[in-house]
Every structure is written in C-alpha cells, then in structure tokens.
C-alpha cells in the first residue's frame, strides 16, 4: 500500500516525532497552520473517520489518551483544538486516519473555522 504515514510510521520517510508509543505516533505537520501543528495517528493502517468501526475503535481513545499526555509534556496549557478531516468536502488530503492538534494560538470558533472553498 502506498501510504504516505504509513511511511512516516515506518521511518521511511522522515519525520519530526513529538511521541510515540506501541499504537500512536505524533508528529510535526510539515505545513503549519498554528505556531503548534502536531498530526496524531494510529500506527495501524485506517483510512479515516469513516472507517472507524467495533474492531478498530479502541485506537481512537488510545490517541486522545496520548494527545492529554502529549498537551501536558509540551506545555499546552492555554488550551488546543482537535481535527479530523474524512473525505473530499472537509478536504482530507492523506488517507490515513490523522488528528490535526492545534495550539499556540487564540483561535476563533463559527463561519471562520469552516470556510467553504471558493
Ligand atoms: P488533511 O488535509 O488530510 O487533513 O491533513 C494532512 C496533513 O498532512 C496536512 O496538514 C499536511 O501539511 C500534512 N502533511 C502532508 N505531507 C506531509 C509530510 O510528508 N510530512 C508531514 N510531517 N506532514 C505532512
Ligand atoms: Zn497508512
């Protein structure tokens, strides 16, 4: 499978690693969009949101566990924002399953944190 974090998981391509433990690996988002941008993924090969299910979803609380630990060991203490894209219309760009951490900045909340493409 050609998966760009699968690689990112296996050291082939590299990486800026934030944390890392037997499910979850985190990482610095190579395109910033606040002065903290970290990605947060399972080790495991899921393609997104949409493919969470009964076998698999155990991760996704293993991952919040982690981003908890992970705000707490980088001193995020003026609070952080969680994203996940899944699918074309939110604008998923890697099809793996990935949480967007977002800190170190003031952010606003409504219309502005989904601007529709033009
Ligand atoms: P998405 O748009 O799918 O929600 O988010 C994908 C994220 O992966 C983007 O924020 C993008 O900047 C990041 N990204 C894409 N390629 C790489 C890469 O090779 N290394 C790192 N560290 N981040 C990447
Ligand atoms: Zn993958």
Not at 57 to 82: D, L, P, Q, Y
């Amino acid at each position: 499978m050609n998966c760009l974090f699968c690689k990112i998981v296996k050291g082939e391509i590299p990486s800026t690693k934030v944390y890392e433990d037997e499910y979850v690996y985190c990482f610095k988002d190579i395109n910033p969009i606040t002065p903290i941008h970290y990605l947060v993924i399972p080790k495991e090969h899921i393609s997104g949101a949409s493919e969470i299910d009964e076998k698999n979803s155990s991760v996704v609380s293993h991952i919040f566990e982690a981003i908890a630990k992970i705000a707490k060991a980088e001193n995020i203490s003026e609070g952080f924002r969680v994203v996940t894209n899944c699918g074309e219309d939110a604008g998923q760009t890697v099809h793996h399953l990935h949480f967007h951490l977002l800190a170190g900045v003031k952010m606003g909340w409504g219309e502005e944190a989904v601007q529709p493409v033009k």
